[in-house]
């Protein structure tokens, strides 16, 4: 009997990968959505070999230079070069390594600490969960951008400022959702009868409530990565986020916005690649969402 415990293990699990993906083959966004964040991933860790030039690289002889398939534009540079004769298809690969790591570390911040207060607030009530919930909208009453702006305003743009400024803004929707979940869960007759043998309320949260709420954070947070991009990208744009050497696709949109009339190519290319990574992101949240749904079709 013990030696079928993990045959069924096994079984169980690899039924979940076949609905996995069944679902992805029979979504046609998810399947794009996949390829694309997948895609962006790649270029991410291997900029520095797939990038034909260093990102900080400046040419003075060679500024302005057109796409290649446009009059006087070559290979060397495909998508052109910037005011400082910087590459512009270099600087978009190795942006999307500091987009993706803000995008995704905030997300993973913001998430931990949603997560944990709306555990405990949603669990225990009370002066508890008053105390966060009247916190949560305090937060709610300012919108994101305008707080991160006079954050980022007191203590400096930077990465890692960044980086804890938006993790720090964006808490709130996690620990909402994840109360409402654990005010559900709570009350179902298998928390019940943990509490009525005694176990201890850590091991009720991460044991029995956390397993069943991670599912919803992994949606909400998968979409928010999108968002939180976006966000990155309009305080680079505005000088308050990423700052040279470093590039991030918004600091690149930052510095082709004064000669849009003459070098569209400095701010369009940029431009394309957060539309198609974002549109990628949301694409696969969509199919999580239906995956994480155990209502779907299996």
Avoid at 21 to 50: E, Y
Avoid at 75 to 82: E, I, Q, R, S
Avoid at 176 to 182: N, P
Wanted: no cysteine.
């Amino acid at each position: 009997m013990p030696d079928s415990l993990p045959m069924q293990n096994n079984l169980v699990k690899n039924s979940k990968w076949k609905r996995w993906l069944k679902l992805l083959l029979r979504s046609k966004t998810g399947t794009v959505g996949l390829l694309i964040v997948l895609t962006i991933v790649f270029v991410a860790i291997f900029a520095p070999w797939l990038a034909p030039y260093e990102h900080s690289v400046i040419d003075p002889l060679n500024t302005h230079k057109p796409p290649f398939w446009m009059e006087g534009g070559d290979m060397a540079n495909v998508l052109g070069t910037d005011n400082l004769g910087r590459d512009i298809l270099s600087r978009i690969i190795y942006g999307s390594q500091v987009s993706l790591l803000v995008g995704i570390s905030s997300v993973v911040l913001a998430g931990v600490i949603g997560v944990l207060v709306g555990l405990f607030a949603g669990y225990f009530g009370g002066f508890l969960d008053a105390f966060f919930m009247r916190l949560a909208d305090s937060f709610l009453a300012i919108p994101n951008i305008l707080l991160a702006l006079v954050m980022l305003g007191v203590f400096g743009p930077g990465l890692m400022t960044l980086i804890l400024v938006l993790g720090v803004t964006n808490w709130v929707q996690y620990a909402r959702i994840i109360r409402g979940e654990v005010l559900s869960i709570k009350e179902r007759d298998f928390v019940r009868a943990a509490k009525t043998i005694g176990v201890k309320n850590r091991n009720i949260i991460f044991s029995h409530l956390y397993p069943n709420v991670i599912s919803s954070f992994i949606v909400v947070a998968t979409l928010s990565v999108a968002s939180t991009i976006i966000l990155e990208s309009s305080l680079s744009f505005l000088g308050l986020g990423i700052q040279p050497p470093q590039v991030s696709w918004g600091t690149i949109l930052s510095d082709g916005r004064d000669y849009l009339a003459t070098s569209w190519w400095l701010a369009t290319f940029p431009g394309l690649a957060i539309t198609i990574a974002v549109l990628g992101i949301i694409f696969l949240g969509d199919w999580l969402r239906d995956v994480m749904d155990p209502r779907s079709v299996k």
